[in-house]
């Protein structure tokens, strides 16, 4: 479970303060699917770089299971994102000089896993998304989308408990986007819990909770149930 307590973030720009987002209580409970939308500049990032523990917030504090992220080292808090987290981001952050195979096999290379094994899932992961003719292309020699599902490959490849990921299909043509869905879909099923930043209404549409910011407040938690059309802000 991630709960948030009392956060804030403020941002410091030429002597004047930006709060960028601002929430009393809110939690996300295991196995949950959830989209975060909201205008650009909403804090849609911000939210989710503090729920990732990579964005320390001015006050307040997020719980991952009961342990409060931001009250550990910087090294801790690391351990405890590569035990339970994966992070997709929007900018991708792929190592350019590594191929897509290597760049998956990354967060492998921390664990106990063999190398060929490392290669053998990077590589199931890379086929899945549709990649499997360029596993040795560098991510200047990808296309955009493709960097991007290579960016979701190495988030998959370590089974996370916890996926956080920024506007996962936000360049995809409709049939990756359909590949990415369903991906999230089984993991899901699969009792992961899923936090997904998106502008598209149609992957806010599958997941089982929106949260709607504006302007760095939480204006409704609405649930999929309900019958009110979920209001997804244009980019
Ligand atoms: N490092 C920073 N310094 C100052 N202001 C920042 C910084 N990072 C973000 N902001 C501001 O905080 C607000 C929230 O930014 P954030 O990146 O969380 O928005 P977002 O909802 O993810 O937008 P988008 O949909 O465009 O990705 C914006 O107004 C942005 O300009
Ligand atoms: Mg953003």
Known sequence: MIQLEAIRKDYQRRGQILTAFACESQQIEDGEYVAIVGPSGSGKTTLLSMLGGMLSPTTGRVLVD????????????????????????????LIPYLSALQNVQVPLSFTTTSASEQLERATEMLTQLGLAERLHHKPSELSVGQQQRVALARTL???????????????????????????????HQQGRTLVVVTHDPSVAQRATRRLTLVDGMLVRAEDASSNASPQVAAA
């Open 66 to 93: 009961g342990i409060s992220l931001y009250e550990h080292s910087v090294a801790e808090r690391s351990a405890i994102r590569g035990q339970k987290m994966g992070f997709v981001f929007q900018s991708f952050n």
């Open 157 to 187: 490849v370590n089974d996370p408990q916890i996926i956080l990921a920024d506007e996962p299909t936000g360049n995809l043509d409709p049939t990756s986007r359909e590949v990415v869905l369903e991906i999230f879909e089984q993991c």
